[in-house]
């Protein structure tokens, strides 16, 4: 019977222990942010909705790690590559880390050069919305619709953002996989299309939704196709092809759109520190004043956190040969 307590008493304090250990390793990775700077990096210029989102994330992902202090640090060009290369370099304390666009997962499919990174690799915090893409084109463009673009006799100017972006990428592969008479302009970063669109520089881009939603209801244009989401107000691109290599094409573009707004640190960020930033991501993307400052700046708000990202940017890179060498024709053709 004195055995059996010994044991009894040896096996709760283990217990006891455990548990003790367990809460003093949690509080560790919240703890070691507290007085701490952390930088998140925007991998493109002032405006526009990444730098929104970026500087919306970081302002209450602040309030869930008690302490901090958020830098954010507008880091373009190259299509966010500037950015993303900076962050996956970084010391991987969990003191750097930030948002670039998802253009980055074709460019590591084809191979660019430019890349510095493993997409699969680094340190996933979350994403924070799922967003379509559009064909947006300007009110002056006089254009109504998909079929009277696809009918255009001379071709017309469409912005995109840097070579290796998104923008550029998903802009050249859907109009050399549609024939569609487009002459793609790049370099407009942030809101620099929108004023680009105003002026007449250039009559249409291929773009997220939430970033052309406002210029859209203000009556400066009008969304013709969209690729991916579940809004029906607008007509879905793949609806309106019949070409089956061209649907594969369009169906690769409707894949990103789950996948937006990503935030990710360099790879080896420490577990605790990762959970932390991760519970602070989650905290962050459901506080109720960050759901009503987002719906008013029309920023689609679905947020996922830590491995569920990554297993979809994971999946994401897992593309067949084929579409790998479409991919890569495409980057070749804007270089």
Partial sequence: MKWQSIRMAACAT???????????WAQEGAEFFNGKTINYIVATGPG????????????????????????????????HLIGANYIYASEPDGLTF??????????????????????????WIGKVASDPRVIVVSKESGIESYEQLKALKEPIRFASAGVGSASTIETTMLVNALD??????????????????????????????????????????????????SETDVPQLSSLVDDEEAKKVVALVASQSNISRLTAGPAGIPEDRLKALRDAYKAATSDPEFLAKAQSLSLPVDPKVGEEVATTVKAALDQTPEIVEFLKQTLLSRN
């Avoid at 217990?15 to 809460?23: E, F, P, Q, R, V």
């Avoid at 919306?56 to 869930?64: E, G, H, N, P």
């Avoid at 666009?101 to 510095?116: A, V």
């Fill in 180 to 229: 569609l008479p487009i002459q793609i302009v790049s370099g407009y970063n942030g809101s620099d299309d929108q004023l680009a669109l105003r002026r007449g520089e250039v009559q249409g881009i291929i773009a997220s939704r939430s970033s052309f939603q406002q210029f859209v209801d203000e009556g400066n244009g009008r969304f013709i196709a969209q690729i991916g989401g």
């Fill in 98 to 123: 930030g948002t670039f666009n998802t253009g980055l997962i074709y460019g590591q499919l084809g191979g660019d050069p430019g890349i510095k990174f493993d997409l699969a690799d680094m340190s």
């Fill in 48 to 79: 526009g909705g990444y730098d929104t989102n970026g500087r919306l994330v970081a302002q209450f992902m602040q309030k869930y790690l008690p302490g901090s202090t958020f830098v954010v640090q507008n880091m373009p060009g190259a299509g």
């Fill in 14 to 24: 283990a217990a006891l222990l455990t548990i003790s250990s367990g809460c003093a």
